[in-house]
Nanobody, 123 residues
């Protein structure tokens, strides 16, 4: 098993930036593909970004492409989500999730989840 803890959320004005972190403990994190998802009030959890075990493959939702960047630091067992040019519609609880094997895009295909971190973007 792997345990995930997100951090870095907060309140930011539109156009600002935040960097989320997903720190892992437990089994070797490099064995896991990692995804970021978000859930706004009254909405379903949606895919944001994902990164492969080695970090060589990444993918983004169209809504964040060009603004968000996912990366991982294997030495620190941490995956990051750099969020730039934030918009009010990015407001949500952001979750990181992990799964062994290849990257996926659906929340149901991830086995381990963090507790989430709130991101609020004011207009």
């Amino acid at each position: 098993q792997v345990q995930l803890v997100e951090s870095g959320g907060g309140l930011v004005q539109a156009g600002g930036s935040l960097r989320l972190s997903c720190a892992a403990s437990g089994q070797t994190f490099s064995n896991y593909a990692v995804g970021w998802f978000r859930q706004a009030p009254g909405k379903e959890r949606e895919f944001v970004s994902t990164i492969s075990r080695g970090g060589g493959s990444t993918s983004y939702a169209d809504s964040v492409k060009g603004r968000f960047t996912i990366s991982r630091d294997s030495a620190k067992n941490t995956v990051y989500l750099q969020m730039n040019s934030l918009k009010p519609e990015d407001t949500a609880v952001y979750y990181c999730a992990a799964r062994q094997g290849l990257i996926r895009y659906r929340a149901s295909e991830f086995d381990y989840w963090g507790q989430g971190t709130q991101v609020t973007v004011s207009s």
